[in-house]
């Protein structure tokens, strides 16, 4: 079942990615945004923590869910103002590198092996999130330094948090109470970020009443799914290798573009369906 839970934990995560571009796409406001999505899936976790699993509050797990809390809210961040900086169509795949550590930590610490289908299975899943931002109509030369810096830094950060939560299930830690307090923690730094622009006197055109309403209900949406996208993650890696659920779980990058097409009616380069090609015969080798 592992496999299953790992491809619908990319479906459903891909949902919440959606509504964050869903978000954007309306000029929703970018803190409120994030705000409201930690704020539903932080509300989430701890009502599945109350009903299904064991409430602690111990060093191990505030460690863990602290590095995963940084992890994902400086990685979002992070990722948003790089694609200020550069082009999205290689900041997106760069970022996106983390998927190679995962499977690469996890062969080294965890003794992982892929058979040879598996392997080319899983090398065709990392090129298919690779390639789908990919616009060929988009300048690739970045002058900006800045970008550069940012990028490393998002691409890490992602690692901690998709990679750390392989790290406190083998440690034996329930993956949905480090999530509880990964998610806690970034809504306490999305909170103070919003108190902070609030109270600043700076006139900031991208932060009006009707942009923040829209940051707060499509951020509130996406951070239901990315609770159930990110619980089913951690239940897939349970069982599951995390060098073929991690490649899996990537892929909610092409649910994200599938649907921009459906309700933006943006277009696929040549490109990108070979992207979906390689993404679909990915996932028929990792099975066999």
């Given at each position: 079942m592992w496999f299953v839970w790992a491809l619908l934990s990319s479906i459903i995560f891909g949902m919440s990615g959606f509504l964050m571009k869903a978000s954007s796409h309306h000029r929703g406001a970018v803190i409120e945004t994030l705000w409201a999505l930690y704020l539903t899936g932080t509300i989430g976790f701890l009502l599945w923590v109350w009903a299904f699993g064991q409430f602690r509050f111990d060093g191990a797990v505030l460690l863990g869910g602290l590095v995963i809390g940084i992890g994902s809210a400086a990685g979002n961040w992070l990722f948003m103002l790089a694609l200020k900086k550069g082009p999205a169509s290689l900041t997106s795949p760069l970022v996106n590198t983390n998927i190679l550590l995962i499977i690469l930590f996890s062969i080294l610490f965890y003794g992982e092996r892929l058979s040879l289908m598996e392997g080319i299975g899983v090398t065709?899943?990392?090129?298919?999130?690779?390639?789908?931002?990919?616009?060929?109509?988009?300048?690739?030369?970045?002058?900006?330094?800045?970008?550069?810096?940012?990028?490393?830094?998002?691409?890490?950060?992602?690692?901690?948090?998709?990679?750390?939560?392989?790290?406190?299930?083998?440690a034996g830690l329930a993956g949905e109470i480090v999530l509880f307090y990964g998610y806690l923690f970034s809504l306490i730094w999305m909170s103070v970020e919003v108190w902070r622009r609030r109270r600043s006197t700076t006139n900031d055109s991208d932060r009006t009443p009707v942009s923040i309403r829209k940051g707060l209900i499509w951020g509130g949406a996406a951070g239901i799914f990315s609770f159930i996208g990110m619980q089913l993650y951690t239940i897939a890696l349970i069982d599951g290798p995390a060098s073929i659920v991690a490649p899996l779980f990537a892929t909610n990058s092409l649910v994200v573009a599938l649907l921009s097409i459906l309700f933006f009616r943006e277009r696929l380069s040549l490109i990108q369906k070979c992207s979906l090609l390689f993404l679909f015969t990915g996932l028929v080798l990792t099975r066999l």
């Open positions: 065709l899943l990392v090129a298919a999130v690779f390639l789908i931002p990919i616009d060929p109509d988009e300048k690739l030369a970045v002058k900006n330094r800045r970008w550069y810096v940012l990028v490393i830094a998002a691409t890490l950060l992602f690692t901690f948090r998709n990679g750390g939560l392989k790290v406190t299930e083998e």
